[in-house]
């Protein structure tokens, strides 16, 4: 059980992840007890079941998806912080 007062860490999806998910931005609260495990983007990645249908929880973020924390581009494998903004960015094209 997480504590109340820990702020959730708000998810945003971009483009086409947000297209296949259904939902543009949530809040999601982290594991906050004591010597609990830190959460990274993948996890929750993960955690969220965004590369395949519900029920799918396990899939890896693909290469190609981008991480940011805090609007800074991150490393897949950053610990979050409660109150931190993850987005995912799915690859950007253009010309």
Not at 4 to 33: K, N, T, Y
Request: charged share 20%; hydrophobic share 40%.
């Amino acid at each position: 059980m997480t504590h109340p007062s820990v702020p959730p860490v708000h998810v945003r999806l971009f483009a086409g992840l947000r297209e296949q998910a259904g939902w543009g931005e949530r809040l999601i609260q982290l594991d906050a007890r004591p010597g609990a495990q830190r959460t990274t983007a993948a996890d929750l990645w993960r955690q969220l079941a965004l590369d395949g249908g519900p029920g799918e929880e396990g899939a890896e973020l693909p290469a190609t998806v981008r991480v940011a924390i805090n609007q800074a581009f991150a490393a897949p494998d950053s610990p979050l912080s409660p109150g931190d903004e993850v987005a995912f960015l799915p690859p950007i094209t253009g010309g």
